[in-house]
């Protein structure tokens, strides 16, 4: 294997509280090569929340380190996390969080707007992902003309229209019926097969059983790390 | 990029009309307000212009002093103590540029049938240029008509109406005091002094030829009155210095006694009236600029109040990857958008409100395209500053707490 996705060493994350320093994360290893579809897993305040924000660029370590294929960004600026999130990760939400006055076209594209890709391409490559997770007909439509499990696949292909290299999913079944859940989990299987990295987060065991790999959160520490037993799929 | 943040920002504008629409209200009425009253307040100073450029720039008139004659005093000019020699001696001085003695009075003319009293004056060819007057018809007389005494004669265009009514009145005669005067050429229109006196009733005529066929003096030469126009401005005070000297000398004043003439500003008036209608425009622009920065944070607040409300929608667009310039540009584009469709409608409505002013009251206002730009500007200017803090206070915020924002 090449160059892992995701590599973790030590990773750990303080908060400034009124108690004192409350330490959410407490160094944390972890490797997600490319290709892997790994559910984390944990109760409320385990740290899995930390540890996705931290993922996902969206906040920066107190400590350790973390290599996004390769490059450290512990460190790094508001910007470079910007470009990074917007290039390198897609995020699928529990909310789905699509901007309610935009067509599903225009809010599949808006990733590529802050790309700076032309309004021709920009229209074309949210169609093709439009089309992929089966919408393309509503691509004119307003967020709220379709249902839940509807804009969780519009969502979707928001996250991959940058084409990137991991799809961080923080709770994406959590709004849904058990019905659309199992839609969206065999959308992201499918993503999978097709060589797509998926990190999942989530405290349903039946959600993270489609995962290949489990690991466990509690108290900031990383407890178990599993490969999912093939008769829980 | 800037093409999709503006249409962004007009969806956004246009997600809530009534909103916009009031906020944009402020800086309409701003912008409206700077344009009503820079165009009322440069009118009137551009009213009081005209009347000044009318009387001539720079100028003193020096009259000779009063004098008693058994408890009787005269008003001024009453005494023969000016001369023309006197004058010729001012034109000497440094910063004068011309010098006119004169003597004027109120005579009745006679043209055919019609008849005309009027102001004449008595002059030199000093007079025309001190007092920057033109002829429309015909010519000026000369320093040679003044030596020679000749009985030709300059007509307003008042005295040219009453008197000679569609006739050409160059090289017609009319008769002032029983004197034949050949009209030799029409002034052009001055309109009213300050005074609302009109100034186009009026002949003018040689200096010598008024004293000696027309008015009559004591003392042969002497003159009641002496218009002296400096270079310039700043040459004023030196100018009103050399004269007086120059005249206490020429009459033998020793120190002590006082002046046996008078001297006045003529500049001085006008200059304070033409001080007061800037004073004037200056504090009308000030009022409406307030308009204008209340209209400013009007659209501040609004702002404020869209970035709290779209929170979430910002979390969502930085966790796509916008960076704080992005929704820098973002807000700040819609607070521009607001504050320049504002200003275009509130310079419409005070174009509008100033003619419809202009044409119902018949005041003068003077509509200058550099006001209409730097309103423009100032409104610009406002939606960048005020739009500004709330756009960077949306660009801050951090991507975790907007996403969890509901």
């Known amino acids: ?233 | 990029m800037l093409k999709a943040m503006l249409g962004e920002a007009w969806l956004a504008m246009g997600a809530n009309r009534l909103r916009t629409a009031l906020t944009m209200l402020g800086m309409v009425i701003g912008v409206g307000a700077v344009v009503i009253m820079m165009a009322i307040g440069q009118g009137a100073q551009y009213a009081v212009q005209q009347t000044i450029s009318t009387m001539g720039s720079n100028l003193y008139i020096v009259l000779s002093g009063s004098f008693t004659a058994g408890g009787v005093r005269s008003g001024s000019a009453g005494a023969p103590s000016l001369n023309v020699a006197d004058a010729e001696a001012m034109s000497e001085l440094d910063g004068v540029s011309n010098v006119a003695p004169t003597h004027q009075g109120t005579r009745q003319l006679v043209y055919g049938s019609q008849n005309w009293s009027t102001q004449v004056v008595g002059t030199t060819p000093a007079y025309l240029e001190a007092r920057a007057w033109s002829i429309v018809n015909g010519a000026a007389f000369g320093d040679s008509d003044v030596r020679s005494s000749t009985r030709v004669a300059l007509i307003g265009k008042t005295v040219a109406e009453n008197l000679f009514a569609d006739d050409d009145p160059v090289g017609k005669t009319m008769r002032i005091q029983q004197n034949p005067f050949t009209v030799i050429g029409v002034l052009g229109s001055k309109g009213q002094n300050l005074d609302g006196r009109d100034q186009d009733d009026t002949v003018i005529i040689p200096l010598s030829t008024a004293q000696r066929k027309v008015f009559g003096t004591p003392f042969l030469g002497s003159v009641r009155m002496i218009m002296v126009q400096a270079e310039s401005s700043e040459a004023m005070p030196k100018v009103e210095e050399g004269i007086k000297s120059l005249l206490r000398q020429r009459h033998r004043l020793r120190e002590g006694m006082p002046d046996d003439f008078f001297m006045r500003n003529l500049s001085a008036a006008a200059e304070s009236e033409a001080e007061t209608t800037r004073t004037m425009s200056i504090l009308l622009g000030a009022i409406a600029s307030i308009s204008l920065l209340v209209g400013g944070i009007g659209i501040m607040n609004i702002m404020l109040v869209s970035v709290t409300e779209r929170t979430r929608e910002i979390g969502i667009r930085m966790a796509i990857g916008a960076r704080q310039k992005d929704i820098l540009t973002q807000f700040l584009l819609e607070a521009v958008m607001i504050s320049f469709a504002g200003c275009l409608l509130g310079l419409l409505l005070g174009l509008g409100v100033a003619l419809g002013i202009n044409a119902f009251t018949g005041m003068v206002v003077v509509i200058s395209g550099s006001a209409a730009l730097v309103s423009f500007a100032v409104a610009a200017t406002v939606g960048i500053f005020f739009g500004w803090y709330p756009a960077r206070k949306a660009a801050q915020l951090d991507p975790i707490e907007a996403l969890r924002y509901q």
């Open chain 1, 1 to 233: 294997m090449g160059e892992p996705v995701i590599r973790v060493a030590g990773l750990g994350k303080s908060y400034a509280t009124a108690a004192g320093l409350f330490p959410a994360l407490r160094g944390v290893d972890l490797t997600i090569q490319a290709g892997e579809y790994i559910a984390i897993m944990g109760p409320s305040g385990s740290g899995k929340s930390t540890f996705m924000n931290l993922l996902g660029c969206l906040d920066t370590p107190t400590m350790g380190d973390y290599f996004l294929t390769g490059e450290n960004v512990a460190h790094m600026q508001t910007d470079a996390l910007a470009k990074l999130r917007n290039r390198t990760l897609g995020f699928v939400f529990q909310g789905f969080n699509l901007l309610p006055r935009m067509s599903l076209q225009d809010n599949v594209a808006l990733p590529l707007v802050y790309a700076g890709v032309g309004k021709e391409q920009r229209r074309l490559a949210a169609r093709e992902q439009l089309d992929k997770v089966g919408l393309g007909k509503y691509a004119e439509s307003l967020p709220s003309r379709i249902s839940g499990g509807q804009q969780q696949r519009v969502a979707i292909a928001r996250a991959l229209v940058n084409k990137p290299q991991l799809i961080l999913a923080d709770e994406p079944t959590g709004n849904l019926d058990s019905q659309t859940s199992e839609e969206i989990m065999r959308l992201f299987g499918e993503l999978n097969a097709e060589g797509i990295t998926i990190v999942l987060v989530t405290h349903e065991p039946d959600i993270a059983a489609h995962a290949k790999r489990q690991v466990r959160f509690l108290d900031g520490k990383l407890v178990s790390d599993h490969l999912t037993e093939p008769s829980a799929c």
